[in-house]
């Protein structure tokens, strides 16, 4: 089965030759000339590789990138004109996959989309019982929980009190019933043993931490 790639990339002869090479490898290619194309057609299709211009029109590429990452945990590869090792890491602290500098050779990419694939699919297979939501993956099997691919250090409650909020999402869950099903009926403890949890977790998720709400008087709810 053909997989299929969302090229974003404002050259238009630029992806011309890409698609090209790519259809010679009976890979599916659907473009888009800007960011704000890019996202649209991001939504509308089923993808398997984004490959993703650094500088385009309407919405850059990094934007582009953040949007993607808190939706979906799909491979990306970033293409740029620019080589300084900055513009690297924040690509890939932005959760890119792999990153090519231009000028380059199409072949290399196409070698590089199927090597990103191959893991991609390894991956799948190895993680059967993951669930990703917001970014965010968590394994039931692993027990081990990633945002965009890198592992979160998470302590065994942590990872129960992340799995069980993600599990109810949109649901009010009071202390109460945290403490019952994370701690046990036995546990000896009140709300505050939740309420510093949450804190710590919070802190370990960075900026997921926004989708853990506060229900004043009551709880927590982890929202999309």
């Known amino acids: 089965m053909s997989s299929t790639v969302l090229l974003i ?18 890979f599916i290619v659907i473009e888009a000339a800007d960011g704000e194309e890019g996202i649209k057609k991001f939504n509308e299709h089923e993808i398997d590789l984004i490959i993703l211009d650094l500088m385009l029109p309407k919405i850059d590429g990094l934007e582009v990138c953040k949007y993607i990452r808190e939706k979906s945990n799909l491979p990306i590869i970033m293409l740029t004109a620019k080589s300084e090792e900055e513009d690297q890491l924040l690509g890939f602290e932005m959760g890119t996959d792999e990153y090519v500098t231009k000028p380059f050779s199409p072949k290399i990419l196409v070698a590089k989309a199927k090597s990103v ?19 965010i993956t968590i394994n039931t099997s692993s027990r081990l929980a990633y945002i965009n691919r890198e592992q979160l250090h998470l302590t065994h409650k ?14 009010v869950l009071t202390r109460d019933q945290l403490l019952n099903n994370i701690w046990g009926f036995d546990y000896v403890g009140d709300g505050r043993t939740v309420d510093t949890h949450i804190k710590k977790l919070r802190h370990k998720i960075g ?5 853990i709400t506060t229900v004043i008087r009551v709880g927590y709810k982890f929202e999309e």
Do not use: P, Q, W
Not at 158 to 171: D, H, R, S, V
Not at 207 to 211: L, R
């Open 9 to 26: 990339e404002d050259e238009k002869r630029l992806r011309e030759i890409v698609k090209d090479y790519f259809h010679n490898e009976d």
């Open 207 to 211: 900026e997921k931490a926004k989708h």
């Open 117 to 135: 694939l191959r893991r991609t699919m390894e991956m799948k297979e190895e993680d059967s019982d993951s669930k990703t939501i917001c970014g």
């Open 158 to 171: 942590e990872f129960e009190l992340l799995a069980y909020l993600i599990e109810n999402k949109g649901i």
